[in-house]
């Protein structure tokens, strides 16, 4: 499954909003993934699932729902 920036926004953060593009970004960069890339084309779920946080797995869950 392609996770896309609109499974990211859809997550309520702690703020109660959907995931800021700074804090993606940044994550982005500490993980050693591309930003622009994923903004253009997504990113595989199976990548992020080796990422453990519980906020990648949220965003994978949402795009699993929502069946996109």
């Not at 995931?19 to 500490?30: D, H, L, V």
């Not at 993934?33 to 903004?39: A, T, Y």
């Not at 699932?49 to 869950?61: K, N, P, S, Y």
């Amino acid at each position: 499954m392609i996770i896309r920036l609109e499974h990211c926004r859809a997550i309520t953060g702690p703020n109660g909003k959907g995931y800021c593009s700074r804090g993606m970004r940044e994550f982005a960069k500490q993980q050693g993934l591309d930003w622009e890339d994923f903004l253009a084309n997504g990113i595989d779920s199976a990548i992020l699932g080796r990422i453990d946080d519980e906020m990648v797995r949220r965003v994978i869950e949402e795009a699993e729902r929502n069946g996109k």
